[in-house]
């Protein structure tokens, strides 16, 4: 379906200049279109105000960080990641502080992905990313309280500045994530 969609909107002619429409053209000239298709499997079939294209271009950046990190948690800097985590965390999970870190990564890359790929979950999704930022906060303390060196945070000031970084990622999961909607009350007196 996303393909059919993208083949007539790229054939529709540009009829207003609006920011949505500056935004799928940028996106068009690099070739990245079909990234904010899969991400947005409505975006055609609704007219966006500008604030929704700029809270789902922001889900989708806030995706692309995670997935990075994860990676690097992974891969290049899994040993500065050892450093963040505090000593008392193997003793209460029973796992290495390798393991500790290899399983922070796959979480990561997992929460990327999904406030990419499920956008009809993104509330939830972007809630778990929150909570996630909130649960990974003891390792910043405990790397600034210990001085100890990581790629990024190599001095004091740098992981300290570092843990004003953390609640500005809930919120930013949170903001990104769209408005929560109150449910239905159901099963009260007038229903």
Do not use: Y
């Given at each position: ?52 294209v ?41 796992l ?59 001095t ?5 500045i ?30």
């Open positions: 379906m996303c393909t059919s969609v993208f083949r007539a909107e790229r054939s529709r002619a540009a009829v207003s200049v609006s920011g949505e429409d500056r935004v799928r053209s940028w996106l068009d000239k690099r070739g990245i279109r079909w990234f904010w298709l899969a991400c947005e499997t409505d975006v055609m079939s609704a007219r966006r105000s500008p604030l929704q700029i809270r789902v271009g922001s889900r989708i950046l806030l995706a692309a960080g995670l997935v990075f990190m994860g990676l690097s948690h992974l891969f290049w800097a899994r040993r500065g990641f050892r450093v963040a985590v505090p000593e008392w965390a193997p003793k209460a999970t029973g290495d502080k390798d393991a500790i870190v290899v399983a922070s990564g796959v979480v990561e890359i997992m929460l990327g992905g999904a406030l990419a790929a499920l956008p009809r979950d993104r509330r939830t999704v972007g809630a778990a990313a929150a909570a996630f930022f909130v649960a990974v906060f003891p390792g910043n303390v405990h790397q600034w309280r210990s001085g100890r060196s990581a790629p990024l945070l190599r004091d000031r740098a992981r300290f570092r843990l004003f970084v953390q609640p500005a990622l809930v919120a930013w999961a949170l903001w990104s994530a769209g408005p929560w909607r109150a449910a239905p009350v159901t099963g009260g007196p007038n229903s």
